[in-house]
T-cell receptor, first 108, second 112 residues
């Protein structure tokens, strides 16, 4: 079983809609969690950290559920520029482990 | 700050050739790592370093060597390139192994 699992999509969502992604992780010793964004043929860029208490940054909200070992990302009022691949990441003493990503397409 | 820089951006090699991918960071991060990204496989860790003089293997280390003589630089060496090493290579740095990593722009390598 892959350590970090995500639905690869694609998610086709109309502009202005709300979209949510989940991912699950298997390593209970994980210390940190992140969402990264990756545009086509570009490097991954940190979108936000994820905490059990939740983390909100503008239209983006991330949540960690340690008991169920899943992480979520909510995007409100989606923009065309939100089209990208979103990578779920867990971190620990063994470094960062990436999910394969969820592909999001915002349609006008 | 330049952040994390990588050179070259593109490279074509013939099977059996060797080369070094360069990576440098100016954020004084102790932890640096190399990943490869292949379609359908996601990012996979090749090698990492927790500080100057200390390196270790990741998930897919075979065919690659690394060294860390300074905090700033972490080159990745392909000893004898194989077509299976055709990939996009990303270098990243962070304050710690579990900290958010900052990535370089990548090197797109093709081995013929």
């Amino acid at each position: 079983r892959k350590e970090v699992e995500q639905d690869p999509g694609p998610f086709n969502v109309p502009e202005g809609a709300t979209v949510a992604f989940n991912c699950t992780y298997s390593n209970s010793a994980s210390q940190s969690f992140f969402w990264y964004r990756q545009d086509c043929r570009k490097e991954p860029k940190l979108l936000m950290s994820v905490y059990s208490s939740g983390n909100e940054d503008g239209r983006f909200t991330a949540q960690l559920n340690r008991a169920s070992q899943y992480i979520s990302l909510l995007i409100r009022d989606s923009k065309l520029s939100d089209s990208a691949t979103y990578l779920c990441v867990r971190g620990g003493a063994d470094g960062l482990t990436f999910g394969k990503g969820t592909h999001l397409i915002i349609q006008p | 700050n330049a952040g994390v820089t990588q050179t070259p951006k593109f490279q074509v090699l013939k099977t059996g050739q060797s080369m070094t991918l360069q990576c440098a960071q100016d954020m004084n991060h102790e932890y640096m790592s190399w990943y490869r990204q292949d379609p359908g496989m996601g990012l996979r860790l090749i090698h990492y370093s927790v500080g100057a003089g200390i390196t270790d293997q990741g998930e897919v280390p075979n065919g690659y060597n690394v060294s860390r003589s300074t905090t700033e630089d972490f080159p990745l060496r392909l000893l004898s390139a194989a077509p299976s090493q055709t990939s996009v290579y990303f270098c990243a740095s962070s304050y710690s192994s579990s900290g958010a990593g900052f990535f370089g722009p990548g090197t797109r390598l093709t081995v013929l």
